[in-house]
Each structure stands twice: as structure tokens, then as C-alpha cells.
């Protein structure tokens, strides 16, 4: 196994043939024209695109910045995501927790050096507890966008779901570049609030032991218009470009994975507690 570098570029190291051991094709993932989820789906992003401005961004990143909400573990927010069934996703109808292993054993299997890229791939979508506070689905999983400038081409839906959203009409938010200069970086950029946001506040307010490059994943792996999409380039500092490729890497193990075959997630317990004991240990502010 070929070892990479954090400045290699580790999307051209490592292509798995996507899918195809569980009988899919690339293609046949992320399909947003038919599919039996396809109502539940659209009607997700029609509720985000229409809700989603930057008031309620930054209404919710005062609200959740403080990590204040409860303290528990890592391990005791990934059973709970044995209750969330992410409504805006086409390929899957199975509890999330499924689906954090199913990332994490695939990233294990490519890069068994990296413990630390295994352990994001378990962390990724535990944000979506916000589900279980309260939240409607709508404000925690999707994909994510920048809110304060012109929706982009490659947002899911975004031809027929954004027309009741206030922004759209608001001179100072539907210009390119909106609210932000050109290439400012992603870091200054307000993201439709989610799951992905959140989970990275809770990661910096709790100070993981994990590399940047972990950070970055979490923070922006639902980012698909950018990563996948092409679109928003024009707000990326060099930073984001070099962070890409990581982006890049997580989500064929993010989306690929995705199968009806579950993990026997007690067999995999161990192992990820004593990840979670090195990186993230004890109870954790959320």
C-alpha cells in the first residue's frame, strides 16, 4: 500500500472502483431525477433553499457556537445517530450510525496508516444529532452553499427550490460575490447551517488531537457544489485549493460506501473507542 503524504494530492493516489462491489455504479449514486426517496428528498432542499438566508446562518452559529447544549462522549452521540434516517439523502434509508461505519471502515481499509482519516470518517456526520434537539431535518443534513451571494448552477435543485428564499431578492446577497471579496477563503464564507458546521465547532471548542486536514473534511465535506460541482471557486484562498484534494479523498469513502450490507458495529466498537480514547477521550462539550 502506497503511504501518502499530507502534501501529496490523495485523490490521485487512491480510485476505487465506486461501487461496484455492492453491485453499483458510480452513476447510480446521488440520483436526484427518480429514485423511491425522491419526493422525501426534494421536499428537503425545497424547505433548506427556502429557509436557509444569511440571518438564519448566523442566528444559528451564535446559538450552537458555545457548545452548550449537554456533555456526553463521542460514542454516546454516535448511538444516538442510531435514530436519525437523513431525509434529504437518495441512496440511503438506513440509521446514520450504519453509515459513519461504513465510511470509517472503507477509509481503514485504503489507508490503514492513517487512524486519524479512519476516525473522520466515523466523526463526519455526527452533527446531525442536531436532529434529535429540535432541529427539522431541513437545518442539518443536505448539501451545503454559501448563504450572502448568487445561489450557483450545481446546487441540488437549485432551479425550482430557491424562489420563496428573501435573499434571493436582496441586491446585497444575489451579486457573485455578494457579501465577500474574491478569494477571501471558505473560512470567511457563511455556509447554509448544518450538521457539517456544527460538527467542526464542537471539534475546535473541544480541542481534538487531530491534524488540520481533519478539520477541514468535516467542515466542508457536504460543500458537493464546490468539491464535486466545480462552482464557488472565485471565494477560495489557496488554502481551500490544497485542502481539496483531501475533500476530495473523504467523500469517495463518504458516498461510496453507502450499502444495504450493515457493519456488525459491535465487532467494530473496540477498535474506534481506542481511536476515540486517543484523539477525542471523554465526555465533550456539545
Same mark, same amino acid.
Given at each position: ?183 477571501? @477563503?471558505?473560512?470567511?464564507? &457563511?455556509? /447554509? ?8 465547532? !464542537?471539534?475546535? +471548542? %473541544?480541542? =481534538? ?20 460541482? @466545480?462552482?464557488?471557486?472565485? &471565494?477560495? /484562498? ?8 483531501? !475533500?476530495?479523498? +473523504? %467523500?469517495? =469513502? ?33
Amino acid at each position: 500500500m502506497k503511504v501518502i503524504r499530507l502534501d501529496a494530492d490523495p485523490s490521485e493516489v487512491y480510485r476505487p472502483e465506486a461501487g461496484a462491489e455492492h453491485g453499483k455504479l458510480k452513476t447510480d449514486y446521488r440520483n436526484y431525477t427518480a429514485g423511491p426517496l425522491l419526493d422525501r428528498v426534494y421536499n428537503t432542499y425545497l424547505l433548506m433553499h427556502t429557509h436557509q438566508t444569511v440571518d438564519f446562518v448566523r442566528k444559528k452559529g451564535a446559538e450552537y457556537g458555545a457548545c452548550a447544549q449537554r456533555r456526553m462522549s463521542i460514542m454516546e452521540a454516535l448511538d444516538l445517530l442510531d435514530n436519525v434516517v437523513d431525509e434529504s439523502d437518495p441512496d440511503v434509508d438506513f440509521p446514520n450510525s450504519y453509515h459513519a461505519y461504513q465510511t470509517a471502515e472503507g477509509i481503514r481499509q485504503a489507508h490503514p496508516d492513517k487512524d486519524w482519516f479512519q476516525l473522520v470518517g466515523l466523526l463526519h456526520d455526527m452533527g446531525k444529532i442536531l436532529a434529535l434537539a429540535g432541529e427539522p431535518q431541513w437545518a442539518v443534513v443536505g448539501d451545503t452553499f454559501p448563504v450572502g451571494c448568487r445561489v450557483q448552477e450545481s446546487v441540488v435543485f437549485s432551479d425550482s427550490t430557491f424562489h420563496d428564499n428573501p435573499d434571493t431578492k436582496n441586491p446585497l446577497y444575489n451579486s457573485q460575490y455578494g457579501i465577500y471579496q474574491p478569494h477571501s @477563503g471558505l473560512a470567511n464564507v &457563511l455556509m /447554509s447551517w448544518g450538521h457539517d458546521e456544527y460538527m467542526y465547532k !464542537v471539534m475546535k +471548542f %473541544n480541542h =481534538f488531537a487531530l491534524p488540520q486536514e481533519a478539520f477541514y473534511m468535516i467542515r466542508f465535506h457536504s460543500f458537493y457544489p464546490w468539491h464535486t460541482g @466545480g462552482d464557488y471557486m472565485h &471565494l477560495c /484562498s489557496n488554502e481551500d485549493l490544497r485542502m481539496l484534494a483531501w !475533500v476530495k479523498e +473523504f %467523500n469517495k =469513502f463518504d458516498l461510496y460506501t453507502k450499502c444495504k450490507d450493515l457493519p456488525d458495529v459491535t465487532q467494530l466498537k473496540p477498535y474506534y473507542q481506542s481511536l476515540i480514547d486517543k484523539y477525542c477521550p471523554g465526555q465533550l462539550y456539545w
